[in-house]
């Protein structure tokens, strides 16, 4: 999945002569990056699988949020398998040696979960902005078929915008020094550079806008307007209302996580598609700054996956107990869920 300046499918001798820049890797990205990819994989593989348990024991009390969740878990958990891979890959200064269907499926299953994660979080944000601003009208547009029916428009959305990542990566062996990579290639559909640029920045610019400035604004939206009615029309000073300020900065504490895991990422790809479009001219020192950090950014973004249930689930009171329980953990258990419940979040 890495983009470098050997991603062309055409005259590579020419690419790699057209600059005297070096873009080794940083020597501290072979030995970190693999270890953070591990710790992702340990606590986003045990966190998901234990979400998706207490999802399963409570599917009879049927509560919307805790539908996305799990629905958010299972999207995350099917990325987080493919990890493991991505850690070899770092370890062998990013060979790949796991043949042309492992590329394609590897870079399916992180396109999927990106669109999947921004589509699902979408809807739990539209769910709770119904269930906070529109409480009383909402209750038809939030019934289990209206649920069901964003779930199945996530899920078939996201697998339809990932099948380009099916076509377009392959595998490419490096021939002065026989090396083989996992990139993109776009020779089925661009024969020289111009239209290869046009591809790239196509599906680079339509991998950001529909997996996260769409679903970011929306959410920026909906809290935006959930934040206005709470400081309109709340007292800070009556109990009641402290618990839906404690509401909002759970909100604002997902809306921050969520930008500061993939934004970077974004960044790099929108920069990168600007740069093919000949939008956007980088020096030599630029061009390496951002070739090198993309690891880091992409990791940023892959731990999202392992961040999403302590952030979707444990920041729920209830859903922490359900989970704690469990983990047979009873002393934790919840005494009086509307005591402990944030408003808004214990409505169906």
């Not at 030995?31 to 999802?55: K, Y």
């Not at 992409?298 to 731990?303: D, K, M, P």
Request: glycine share 4%; with cysteine.
């Amino acid at each position: 999945m890495e983009p470098t300046n050997s991603d062309y499918n055409y005259d590579y001798e020419e690419m790699e002569n057209y600059t005297t820049c070096d873009f080794s890797d940083w020597p501290l990205t072979a030995s970190f990056i693999p270890v953070i990819f591990i710790l992702i994989f340990i606590l986003g593989l045990t966190g998901n699988i234990v979400v998706l348990f207490t999802v399963w024991r409570v599917r009879a009390k049927w509560r919307a949020p805790t539908i996305y969740i799990g629905n958010l878990a299972l999207a995350d958990l099917a990325y987080i398998i493919m990890m493991p891979v991505q850690v070899a890959v770092f370890i062998m200064h990013r060979q790949w040696r796991f043949g042309v269907v492992m590329c394609k499926m590897v870079n399916f299953m992180f396109f999927f979960s990106v669109f999947t994660s921004a589509f699902l979080l979408t809807c739990m944000t539209f769910d709770r902005y119904l269930a906070i601003v529109h409480s009383l009208s909402s209750t038809h547009l939030r019934t289990r078929g209206h649920v069901r029916a964003s779930l199945a428009a996530a899920w078939t959305l996201s697998g339809l915008l990932s099948v380009p990542s099916l076509v377009f990566f392959s595998t490419w062996q490096h021939l002065g020094s026989n090396q083989t990579f996992c990139t993109l290639d776009f020779s089925l559909v661009a024969t020289s550079r111009q239209q290869w640029g046009l591809w790239h920045a196509g599906f680079s610019l339509t991998l950001s806008a529909l997996g996260f400035l769409l679903p970011f604004l929306v959410m920026m939206v909906c809290y935006g307007l959930i934040g206005y009615i709470m400081m309109r029309h709340f007292n800070i000073r009556h109990k009641e209302d402290q618990r839906k300020w404690r509401l909002l900065r759970i909100i604002t504490i997902v809306v921050v996580v969520f930008t500061a895991c993939c934004m970077p990422y974004h960044v790099y790809v929108v920069t990168a598609a600007l740069y093919e479009l000949d939008l956007l001219l980088v020096v030599c020192s630029f061009e390496r700054f951002v070739l090198l950090t993309f690891p880091y950014a992409f990791t940023l973004a892959s731990a999202n996956s392992c961040l999403n249930p302590f952030l979707y689930a444990f920041l729920d009171l209830r859903f922490r107990s359900q989970c704690l329980g469990l983990l047979h953990l009873k002393r934790f258990r919840q005494t009086s869920t509307k005591s402990s419940m944030p408003a808004g979040l214990n409505q169906r």
